[in-house]
């Protein structure tokens, strides 16, 4: 597991899953059509994943499509930062 | 008369002729009431429907994300509610007393509110996604005697049961062989003894029903105390509104944690005997657009947010699925642009049917029916039996002017407008100016009669469909250490019309950072809720205020919104 899928995946876990849920998350849960994050707390992830790695995602890709399985997640975070090439 | 008979009627006479001669006795009448019988709303939408002859009819088809499905009868839907009702009754609830319902959209959410208005207790009905804190408040205001709960969501009631001591029972619908605490109880549904014959509480039409929580400026939020003889407006509507027809396959998108989830996606419905289909999903277009297509879907009653969502998500995938059985295409819960509109008629080949109306009004009350013609953008008109208008904001008397902005009010004593705020009369009495009852909206009427939404006239924040009190937001920033003041307003947003901003102030010692908005961020969903969550944070340096110190939200709104802020003169310099 990559550094970034590890990260994505560790946050999902500690900051939206329920108290008790022993859900497993793997890299294709379902997050947002699974209702483990819901279209609004993907604000936050979303402003977690632009502070951490250093991009700035733009509206138009935030789309809960994008942010439904940590694997899309990845692959948004590797586009953006291909895009605007920053240390992480 | 047959439903499709009252949309030629409709779409043949004129509005006026058709608002002229109307009587909601219609309603009482094909439902079988006559005033003073008993009335409730638990057997009107399962036994009565039995009787009907529609017994092996589905009611419901539910589906979640991962496919699992189970299929209701409406005899089912008689038999388990009997017996959530014989369960809760031989727990010790009598008539009247508040019982909580804190389920994702299962069956037993659905199943279990008709089973608690049969016993005459009163359903109280909360959003699953609440934090503990928004939790304890509502509970706590309605000193509610039980909650059903599922096994997910049991460690929020722990957390606060304490604080509720007249919190008798916390009945789990899902336990399985969990270890259960002191005052909780298993109970599944499926697996208890099937009741055959309860004998449903005599509720008269006044007899207390449901108590939905909605946000206000001022305050904590208020319990909307509806009645069982809401049902005739909410089944009247569902036929004329939503064009439920005996044949239909209905899918409500809202959850009944909110008012729209019960009105339209329980009441509604069933009192038609409609079936109707539910996913148990967050939102993903592939999936909702397959579950459309997989149950040719007939009636859909959607939100604005969602459609957004979708559009955002391109036609495309619009094009990989067969939406031939989609017939009448409805929304609720913010005004629905002209542009999600005209893309609902590129998509779908079908407008959607901009409706409104809040939770205290019960019901859709301006409206685009089947068969009028749409202004892509308008509300709509007023449903027969309602008498609106837009006031003057200083003399609360009707404008008569087309295209003048005022506040939408309605002539209060349709049945199912709400009956009163729980614990709270000073708050509902401010709700009425004139003989009209304050929407809390401004709007127009253009010169055919059609109103077009304007914004809400206070500081309640309408994100996705959902009413947001400022006053609560703010008290629960003030418990993350960091926060010295704090103010909650409305900002504009592309897919949800509007979100929370804060704007912070903080104590000595801590210092803004990207760091601290997420933290504060987070407190917050977790706290109250996801929709409460502040989707941007200022941090400034004071807050604007009154000279007695007041925080003056407007100038804040003001500002996100680029309206002019007009008379700053009670505002303090800083």
Redo the contacts between chains.
Sequence with gaps: MDEITKLVRDYVIR?YL????EREITETT????????????M??LK??LE?KCNIQIS??CA???AF?TVQKIVGLVHKFQKAQPVAV | MSNSAVCEELTAKSYAELTANFDWSTAERELGYQPGQAINIGWMCSDRICHLGMADKVALYWEDFQGNHQQFTFDDLRVLSNTVAQFVCDLGIQPGERVCLFMDRVPELYIGFLGILKTGAVAQPLFSAFGDESLLVRLQNANTSAILTQKKHLHKVRKIREQLPNLRHIIVVDAGDSALQAREVSFDMKRAPRVEAFAVYPTLAESPSVLHYTSGTTGQPKGAQHVHYSIISQYLTSKWVLDLQPDDIYWCNADPGWVTGTSYGIIGPWSNGTTQVVLDSGFNAERWYEFIAKHRVTVWYSAPTAIRLLMKEGTEVVRRHDHSSLRHLASVGEPLNAEAVIWSQEAFGKMFHDTFWQTETGCIVITNFPGMPIKPGSMGRPFPGITAAVLNIKTYEPITEPGIAGLIALRPGWPSQVRGYWNNEAGFKAKFKNGWYLCGDRASIDSDGYYWFMGRDDDVINTGGHLVGPFEIESALLEHPAVYESAAVAKPDPVNMEVVKAFVTLKRGYEPSDDLELEIMNHIRKRLSPLAMPQAIEFVDSLPKTRSGKIVRRVLRCKEFNEPVGDLSTIMDD
């Design positions: 900051e329920e108290e008790g849920d379902p997050l947002i059509s699974g209702g483990i994050v819901d279209s609004f707390s604000v936050s402003r977690f502070k509206d138009a789309t809960p499509d439904d």
